[in-house]
Nanobody, 121 residues
Framework: QVQLVESGGGLVQAGGSLRLSCAAS????????MGWFRQAPGKEREFVAA??????YYSDSVKGRFTISRDNGKNTVYLQMNSLKPEDTAVYYC????????????????WGQGTQVTVSS
């Protein structure tokens, strides 16, 4: 069992930056692929970024602006978000996959409660 707790969300103006953190419980954090997803009101939850042991993946809408990273010593995965746009407004969720993870949300086994990100224009 893995428990995930996100933090770092908030209100920011367009063009600003935020860094989300996701702290994971358990001793086998490094064995999991980790991902970030987001869900805006009235929309489905969508893939944002993922990181495995050596590879990273991004949606086209955030590539070049967001960076995913992990610190296995701290059991934490991060999402650095730069050049934020109003369309980035959503609840952001951290997820852990026992498999390859990547872009498919059905590949993820554990989810956090989410953190709200609001970007004002």
């Amino acid at each position: 069992q893995v428990q995930l707790v996100e933090s770092g969300g908030g209100l920011v103006q367009a063009g600003g930056s935020l860094r989300l953190s996701c702290a994971a419980s358990g001793r086998t954090f490094s064995n999991y692929a980790m991902g970030w997803f987001r869900q805006a009101p009235g929309k489905e939850r969508e893939f944002v970024a993922a990181i495995s042991w050596i590879s990273t993946y991004y949606s086209d809408s955030v590539k070049g602006r967001f960076t995913i990273s992990r610190d296995n010593g701290k059991n934490t995965v991060y999402l650095q978000m730069n050049s934020l746009k109003p369309e980035d407004t959503a609840v952001y969720y951290c997820a852990a996959s026992k498999g390859i993870g990547r872009r498919n949300r059905d590949d993820y086994d554990y989810w956090g409660q989410g953190t709200q990100v609001t970007v004002s224009s």
